[in-house]
């Protein structure tokens, strides 16, 4: 069993020590990791949907969101909806991708199309009604409900959202000047993640319906090249606008195109000369995606995305169960039997 001594709240343990062991965690195991997250998960909540004694342990604080976006499409439900009420200013603060995370849960975690949309509309609820401080450690700290709705001190409705009092009072919230980390976080960075943020709580504020923007998001991830520019003087739809916003504050995952599609003549021919077998998607699969050092893929967004291009090209379902989470391990794996099939 993984060692949690250091990461029990109240150990004598220098910040570097912590984040050292917190490391060692991370390429120790997933398992490991869990352990971790769920020790400082009990910490840090009343059970009541609160997360409490924060601005005490902010560096414990500040690794739990790590951990927790590291674990978040394994994780339940009910706690993925109390994670994105509380953890979102953190998380930006912190370098994580968040709309990757979110938008590829909603893909994977939900089957059918109604189930997505209800998912969306529960998280963009409680993202906006959220009353969560941006600097959860400090008193006064404006909401992120503050933020959607505009309206509390320099935040008046009429307020645009590149208003430079605006945007200075986001980053003082989301970077404060006793922050460690803030002290050695570049200015340039610091505008970047609150304009990120600020355009995320935005994009959450407009859009009522996901499934479109999710259907595009899917197919950025598996296309080489970003979706293109509008044409200057073209109104945008809705949608377009949304999608714009998204590409201007989400890092969409790119990879290589995985289909080549066949000359018309052969098609037919060609098709069973190239089908690659289970093994061979997955050599390919290895081969273009890198590991971490517990020999688990990097991006497995791309992987899964990967897997079910093939799935369609082929139309072959059991493609996308090559590859499964295995919840004891706390890792994904590849199903022998099905790679030997």
């Known amino acids: 069993m993984f060692d949690l001594t250091p990461f029990e709240p109240g150990t004598t343990i220098s910040p570097y020590t912590l984040e050292l062991e917190f490391e060692r965690a991370l390429s120790d195991s997933s398992i490991a990791l869990r352990?971790?997250?769920e020790l400082w998960r009990d910490f840090f909540s009343d059970n009541q949907g609160t997360y409490v004694r924060i601005a005490g342990y902010p560096l414990h604080?500040?690794?739990f969101v790590k951990a927790t976006w590291k674990l978040f499409l394994?994780?339940?439900?009910?706690e993925v909806f109390v994670h994105v009420r509380w953890q979102?200013?953190?998380?930006?603060r912190l370098g994580v991708h968040v709309e990757d995370q979110l938008f590829f849960y909603l893909y994977r975690r939900y089957?059918?199309?109604r189930e997505i949309e209800a998912a969306y509309r529960s998280i963009r609820q409680t993202v906006l009604q959220s009353n969560v401080p941006l600097n959860p450690a400090a008193?006064?700290?404006?909401?992120?409900?503050?933020?959607?709705e505009q309206k509390k001190g320099a935040y008046k409705k009429d307020v645009a959202i590149d208003d430079s009092a605006t945007l200075a009072r986001i980053e003082y919230e989301l970077f404060p000047t006793t922050s460690e980390r803030s002290k050695?976080?570049?200015e340039a960075e610091k505008i970047a993640t609150t304009r990120a943020f600020l355009g995320f709580i935005n994009f959450f504020r407009d859009t009522d319906v996901i499934l479109p923007v999710l259907t595009e998001y899917v197919i950025r991830l598996m296309e080489p090249a970003t979706a293109p520019e509008p044409v200057a003087g073209k109104k945008a739809t809705k949608k377009t606008d949304q999608s714009i916003r998204l590409k201007d504050t989400a890092v969409i995952p790119q990879m290589p195109p995985v289909i080549i599609p066949p000359d018309e003549e052969n098609a037919d021919e060609q098709e069973r000369d190239s089908r690659m077998n289970h093994r061979e998607i997955?050599?390919?699969?290895?081969?273009r995606f890198g590991k971490d050092e517990i020999g688990a893929y990097r991006n497995i967004e791309g992987v899964l995305a990967t897997l079910e291009s093939f799935a369609q090209k082929y139309n072959d379902e059991t493609i996308t169960e090559l590859l499964y989470f295995d919840e004891d391990r706390g890792v994904f794996a590849w199903n022998e039997e099905l790679l030997n099939s």
Do not use: C
């Not at 394994?74 to 009910?78: K, T």
């Not at 700290?141 to 959607?148: H, K, L, P, Q, Y």
């Open 111 to 113: 089957p059918q199309e």
């Open 35 to 37: 352990e971790v997250y």
């Open 139 to 148: 008193k006064g700290s404006i909401s992120i409900r503050d933020v959607a």
């Open 61 to 63: 604080w500040e690794l």
């Open 88 to 92: 979102l200013p953190t998380a930006f």
């Open 282 to 287: 997955q050599a390919l699969i290895d081969h």
């Open 74 to 78: 394994s994780l339940p439900e009910e």
């Open 184 to 186: 050695n976080t570049e």
